[in-house]
C-alpha cells in the first residue's frame, strides 16, 4: 500500500489520504472544488465547481501515476440534482471513456461544494 500526495491538488482536511494505491489500483478520496493555491472555495456555480474537482482529481491521478483515461469507477456527489444536467456536461467532456459511475445527491458537503467527486482507477 502506498500513500498518494499532491501539492497540485487541496491538501486533506480530514484525517485521510488524498489516495492509496494498492496492487495497480488506486482509490482516491474525494475531491471538491478548492483552489490548491488558496484553500478557498472555486467562484462559480456547478459547472465551474465541477471543473476545479475534476483538475483536483486528475492532479491526484498524476501524482499516482495515472490518468483519467485509466479511471474504472468515479462516485459523483451532488447537493442538488436539478445541476445533474449541467455537472455531467462538464464531466462528459473530461470522461470520455465512460467509466461506471455512481452519482447521489447529498445533504450537504465540506466547505459548501456543490460536488464532490472520487474515482477507482488503474496504475499505467
Given at each position: 500500500?502506498?500513500?498518494?500526495?499532491?501539492?497540485?491538488?487541496?491538501?486533506?482536511?480530514?484525517?485521510?489520504?488524498?489516495?492509496?494505491?494498492?496492487?495497480?489500483?488506486?482509490?482516491?478520496?474525494?475531491?471538491i472544488?478548492?483552489?490548491?493555491?488558496?484553500?478557498?472555495?472555486?467562484?462559480?456555480?456547478?459547472?465551474?465547481?465541477?471543473?476545479?474537482?475534476?483538475?483536483?482529481?486528475?492532479?491526484?491521478?498524476?501524482?499516482?501515476?495515472?490518468?483519467?483515461?485509466?479511471?474504472?469507477?468515479?462516485?459523483?456527489?451532488?447537493?442538488?440534482?436539478?445541476?445533474?444536467?449541467?455537472?455531467?456536461?462538464?464531466?462528459?467532456?473530461?470522461?470520455?471513456?465512460?467509466?461506471?459511475r455512481?452519482?447521489?445527491?447529498?445533504?450537504?458537503?465540506?466547505?459548501?461544494?456543490?460536488?464532490?467527486?472520487?474515482?477507482?482507477?488503474?496504475?499505467?
Amino acid at each position: 500500500m502506498e500513500i498518494i500526495t499532491s501539492k497540485d491538488a487541496p491538501a486533506a482536511i480530514g484525517q485521510y489520504s488524498q489516495a492509496i494505491t494498492v496492487n495497480g489500483t488506486i482509490y482516491t478520496s474525494g475531491q471538491i472544488p478548492l483552489v490548491p493555491e488558496t484553500g478557498k472555495m472555486t467562484e462559480g456555480g456547478i459547472k465551474e465547481q465541477t471543473i476545479q474537482a475534476i483538475n483536483n482529481l486528475k492532479a491526484v491521478l498524476t501524482a499516482a501515476g495515472s490518468d483519467l483515461a485509466h479511471v474504472v469507477k468515479t462516485t459523483c456527489f451532488l447537493t442538488d440534482m436539478e445541476n445533474f444536467a449541467a455537472f455531467n456536461e462538464v464531466y462528459a467532456g473530461y470522461f470520455t471513456a465512460k467509466p461506471a459511475r455512481s452519482c447521489v445527491a447529498v445533504l450537504a458537503l465540506p466547505r459548501g461544494a456543490q460536488v464532490e467527486i472520487e474515482a477507482v482507477a488503474e496504475k499505467i
